[in-house]
């Protein structure tokens, strides 16, 4: 049974201009009668182990592709991530001696806001590439026209590499992978939640995120994601107020429950000594209840001189460095750490200097830059040193 539909998306951000409206009619009403990709009780499962997250009993590593390609779901595929995302775990249960909670970028991230909704390329205007649920990378003005049919493949894909992580799931000792994708996109989002007795589970990932450009408090993101029972999570970056803060925990956990609820803090690493610092008293003082995490990614995005994006591992590392400290000073500890990163080789997106040469195929996100397997584990390995 579906949530009711809000306000036609009048408070939803980056929400795509569909083309065709009776075409986005029926691909939710296809949606709201498709297989659930997560279960009910896989939530629950999930919901006790943000519960030792949040008690300091375990870690969590959340790390995936920045947009996961259509292309890039097959077993195959899906099964090398699986191993990436697991070495990363192994490395900081390594290190801490904790269990580790891992989560992946995965089965669902196939979607992005973006700055601009149109850019020119070779003189032709055109929609900005939104992730492959919305249009297609390629810099043409038909594949960039907004396809609400794509949203039904992304869901048949999901489906596939969902699948292929259960069984994953099922030989491994221990340890699982979650699925976890930013709830961007109201058009896939909404007709996916499912009612089990009285409570309402958002059945296309486990581990739904708002982004920092979407955390509006009066906006359908935030509302959607108050209305389900999966743990979520909210980035927070530059600008947020430590009142708007508080009131975004109380929307999002109004229970104040242990592992409901994690703040990503995403403030780059020349603005995280002067901003996060305030959120944080403001949130403790009010006796919140929040669980800490780290993405020292999406705040240190540079336009390197080679004319594509660039994340400066200096700038990385020092952002990883300052949100330890500052949460040692107020007694609390960082749970865990959310990263853009692909263990393919060869990839050189993120560089040490702004004026780095990358080789011509190095760079190949679709979007933003991620870490390399290297830096990976240069960044946790500082992370877990840290805390």
């Known amino acids: 049974m579906p949530l009711a539909t809000p306000t036609r998306h009048s408070s939803a951000a980056h929400q795509p201009s569909w083309p065709k409206q009776h075409l986005v009619d029926e691909v939710r009403h296809r949606l709201e009668t498709a297989h659930s990709l997560v279960t009910a009780e896989e939530v629950e499962e999930l919901r006790v182990c943000m519960a030792t997250v949040a008690s300091g009993q375990a ?3 959340q790390l995936g592709d920045c947009a996961e390609p259509f292309i890039e779901l097959s077993p195959e595929a899906i099964d090398r991530k699986l191993r990436f995302i697991n070495d990363a775990a192994d490395l900081v249960a390594g290190a801490t001696g904790q269990a580790v909670i891992a989560v992946g970028r995965i089965a669902g991230q196939f979607a992005k806001p973006r700055s601009n909704p ?50 994953y799931n099922s030989t ?43 955390r509006h408090l009066d906006g359908a993101h935030i509302s959607l994601m108050a209305a389900i029972r999966n743990p979520v999570s909210c980035k927070i970056g530059p600008g947020v107020f430590p009142s708007e803060a508080k009131q975004l925990v109380r929307i999002l956990n109004p229970g104040n429950e242990m592992g409901r609820l ?14 996060f610092p305030a959120v944080v008293s403001a949130i403790c003082n009010a006796g919140l209840e929040v669980t800490w995490m780290v993405d020292p ?4 995005t540079r336009n390197a001189d080679d004319g594509a994006k660039a994340r400066l591992l200096p700038d990385v590392l020092g952002e990883v460095n300052d949100f330890n400290k ?19 080789y060869g990839i050189e997106e993120c560089t040490t200097r702004i004026d780095s040469r990358r080789a011509p195929d190095s760079y190949r996100s679709l979007c933003d830059p991620r870490l390399n397997r290297t830096q990976t584990a240069e960044v946790l390995t500082a992370w877990t040193e840290g805390r």
């Not at 340890?175 to 009612?195: F, G, I, N």
């Not at 409570?199 to 296309?204: E, P, Q, V």
């Not at 990614?297 to 240190?300: A, K, P, S």
């Open 326 to 344: 500052i949460l040692r000073t107020f007694g609390l500890h960082s749970a865990g750490i959310h990263l853009e990163a692909t263990g393919d």
């Open 297 to 300: 990614l999406h705040g240190n």
């Open 262 to 275: 994690s703040l990503i803090a995403r403030f780059g690493h020349s603005r995280i000594k002067n901003e």
């Open 59 to 61: 870690t969590v590593v």
């Open 172 to 214: 491994t000792a221990g340890r699982k992978v979650w699925t976890s994708h930013e709830a961007l996109l109201m058009d896939y989002e909404h007709p996916q939640v499912r009612v089990e007795g009285t409570a309402r589970y958002l059945t296309s990932t486990h581990w739904p995120w708002i982004g920092n450009r979407t």
């Open 118 to 167: 149109t850019e020119t390329v070779a003189g032709q205007q055109m929609s900005t590439y939104m992730g492959d649920a919305v249009n297609g990378p390629r810099p043409t003005p038909e594949e960039r026209q907004p396809d609400p049919l794509r949203l039904l493949r992304g869901h048949r894909l999901a489906q596939r590499a969902t699948e292929t992580i259960r069984q």
